[in-house]
């Protein structure tokens, strides 16, 4: 399956992982902000965490604290959670990778719309993509939680905001199945992924994929 940037009125970017190489900044502050209820208690959120790539964080403590701690144990509550987790999310964001050719994508699709749909919470996105210099690019907004993925996508569709034909990329399965929930094509981005069984996934399912947004500028097809 061949993917040509120049058919799409717009194109929908996931944050972690696709624009920033972050989702080992998001693993670590999940790890770090829920610490107060044992190594054990963290290490099974990561592996929920991970399990679940694109899903907002307000979901996951909801899980952990109703789901994956043991009956009786104390800890931080939630927004001592929330709080703990943004403060050790800030600081990665605003030194990690930024994806490579961006803004000479930006330029070869200089007709189409693009937005940030993200599992990252919105007002937090907003602010590190300014201050990154990078908030300019998304003509059509950055959005992320507390809204799920599929809300916004639906939202932004009735309002015209998001004008189809359109493509969303994202290295996650939820990324997939919100995308195809709501109409959009899609096309998975390997190169920084925690889905370890993307492969097996994209051949199932018949997804495009590629390594990097680096690998659009030279070439429309996906990639081996």
Partial sequence: MS???NHYQTLIFDCDGVILNSNQVKTQAFYKATLSYGEAAA???VNYHIQHGGI???????VFLNELIPPGTTGANLDELLALYAQEVRRGLL???????LAEL???TASSRWLIVSGGDQNELRDIFRQ???????DGGIFGSP??????LHRELDNGNIKQPALFLGDSQYDSQAARATGLDFMFISGWTEFKGWQKY???NNLPHIKTLAHLLSSPRDEN
């Fill in 3 to 5: 993917i040509h940037l």
């Fill in 147 to 152: 809204d799920r993925k599929e809300q916004i």
């Fill in 132 to 138: 990154r210099g990078l908030d300019s690019l998304f």
């Fill in 106 to 108: 930006r330029q070869q």
């Fill in 202 to 204: 994209c051949s199932e």
């Fill in 56 to 62: 907002s964080r307000y979901h996951k403590f909801e």
């Fill in 43 to 45: 290490e099974s959120l």
């Fill in 95 to 101: 030194t990690c990778e930024v994806a490579e050719g």
